[in-house]
Antibody, heavy 122, light 110 residues
Framework: EVQLVESGGGLVQPGRSLRLSCAAS????????MNWVRQAPGKGLVWVSG????????GYADSVKGRFTISRDNAKNSLYLQMNSLRAEDTALYYC???????????????WGQGTLVSVSS | QSALTQPPSASGSPGQSVTISCTGT?????????VSWYQQHPGKAPKLMIY???KRPSGVPDRFSGSKSGNTASLTVSGLQAEDEADYYC??????????FGTGTKVTVL
């Protein structure tokens, strides 16, 4: 059974940093690209970032480019999101989502975690 | 990277059909046959319902269908059932390893 379990969320002050993790199990992690998608309270889904199977290609939404860094450790079956210079508008539930294959090109997201909540407030 | 435009709400009685539109540009919806649709019940993670415009993953009822014309994609739910009441989001590949989601549509079963 495919499982994606996010962790690392919490309350953080504006301008500070936070690192999210996503632990994957039930599939061969390094066969698939991975993504982060967020959802602000009461709002819609927003794609944040994606990374191919071997970290060779990475994409970011304009709203996080230069502040967030996605990475993965295939030996640990884990996906990460380093979030720096956090803003109030980054407050959201952050989902880890698996792409359907190794590439980001034309991907759809076939498995999702339950999310980890990030709150940015002073 | 502007969000794709969806109607805020749609509704239908049990057994009826409802169609949700998803309008983008030639840089996303119109430029690629990589539109997917997700269903999200309150407090739950999204679930893939349609991928590559019109393909259904295993286990998704054939009451769900997708199509595309130009810069607008559509999701149709036929034979509405109570459990179809949820939020629905489209997303499209937008080139250069980027994706854009729609604004979301709340479907109500009357």
């Amino acid at each position: 059974e495919v499982q994606l379990v996010e962790s690392g969320g919490g309350l953080v002050q504006p301008g500070r940093s936070l690192r999210l993790s996503c632990a994957a199990s039930g599939f061969t992690f390094d066969d698939f690209a991975m993504n982060w998608v967020r959802q602000a309270p009461g709002k819609g889904l927003v794609w944040v970032s994606g990374i191919t199977w071997n970290s060779g290609s990475i994409g970011y939404a304009d709203s996080v480019k230069g502040r967030f860094t996605i990475s993965r450790d295939n030996a640990k079956n884990s996906l990460y999101l380093q979030m720096n210079s956090l803003r109030a508008e980054d407050t959201a539930l952050y989902y880890c989502a698996r792409s359907h294959d190794y590439s980001l090109h034309g991907a759809h997201f076939d498995y999702w975690g339950q999310g980890t909540l990030v709150s940015v407030s002073s | 990277q502007s969000a794709l435009t969806q109607p805020p709400s749609a509704s239908g009685s049990p057994g009826q059909s409802v169609t949700i539109s998803c309008t983008g540009t030639s840089s996303d919806v119109g430029g690629y046959n990589y539109v997917s649709w997700y269903q999200q019940h309150p407090g739950k993670a999204p679930k893939l319902m349609i991928y590559e415009v019109s393909k259904r993953p295993s286990g998704v009822p054939d009451r769900f269908s997708g199509s595309k014309s130009g810069n607008t994609a559509s999701l149709t739910v036929s034979g509405l059932q109570a459990e179809d009441e949820a939020d629905y989001y489209c997303t499209s590949y937008a080139g250069s390893n980027n994706f854009v989601f729609g604004t979301g549509t709340k479907v109500t079963v009357l």
